[in-house]
């Protein structure tokens, strides 16, 4: 069952664009977090989406907010996509979709595609904001105008 609006973040570990272990419960609890799941790196969308959320970082990290990316490309992958396009922010490595199932993040466009859906939580790891859309730079600005409500 996908988790909903009030819910709490469950527990979960991953890979991160460096390789190192990163455990869920390193900030949920501690700070605001954005976890964002999108389709794959290095694709228009998603550059752009991961782009914007880049320019926007300084303001998230001003708020005392988490950004954290999730796509179930590989640690490889990411370390690149990272590396192309400067992003500030954690990626995780979800290849075995374990995070997405945990989430309950349902692919799009009939299946083809893995979805993209941004999760907004507050302080103490409670779901406030969950927006599912496929257009990727419309998540940036709802997420942010969440956190801000949360300060």
Same mark, same amino acid.
């Given at each position: 069952?996908?988790?909903?609006?009030?819910?709490?973040?469950?527990?979960?570990?991953?890979?991160?664009?460096?390789?190192?272990?990163?455990?869920?419960?390193?900030?949920?609890?501690?700070?605001?977090?954005?976890?964002?799941?999108?389709?794959?790196?290095?694709?228009?969308?998603?550059t752009a989406q991961?782009?914007?959320? #880049?320019?926007? &970082?300084?303001?998230? *990290?001003?708020?005392?907010?988490?950004? @954290?990316?999730? =796509?179930?490309?590989?640690? !490889?992958?990411?370390?690149?996509?990272?590396?192309?396009?400067?992003?500030?922010?954690?990626?995780?490595?979800?290849?075995?979709?374990?995070?997405?199932?945990?989430?309950?993040?349902?692919?799009?466009?009939?299946?083809?595609?893995?979805? #993209?859906?941004? &999760?907004?939580?507050? *302080?103490?790891?409670?779901?406030?904001? @969950?927006?599912? =859309?496929?257009?990727?730079? !419309?998540?940036?600005?709802?997420?942010?105008?969440?956190?801000?409500?949360?300060?």
């Amino acid at each position: 069952m996908a988790l909903q609006v009030g819910d709490k973040i469950p527990n979960f570990s991953a890979k991160d664009s460096n390789g190192n272990d990163f455990d869920s419960m390193s900030v949920v609890g501690k700070k605001s977090v954005v976890f964002y799941f999108y389709p794959k790196d290095n694709t228009p969308g998603c550059t752009a989406q991961a782009c914007s959320f #880049r320019d926007q &970082y300084e303001d998230f *990290k001003c708020l005392g907010a988490e950004v @954290i990316g999730i =796509s179930s490309d590989s640690v !490889n992958s990411h370390q690149k996509f990272v590396s192309q396009h400067k992003l500030p922010f954690i990626l995780l490595s979800d290849n075995d979709k374990k995070i997405r199932t945990l989430f309950g993040v349902k692919p799009n466009l009939f299946g083809l595609l893995a979805g #993209r859906v941004t &999760y907004v939580v507050d *302080k103490n790891g409670i779901i406030q904001l @969950i927006f599912d =859309s496929m257009l990727a730079t !419309n998540h940036i600005p709802r997420a942010l105008e969440m956190i801000k409500k949360l300060v």
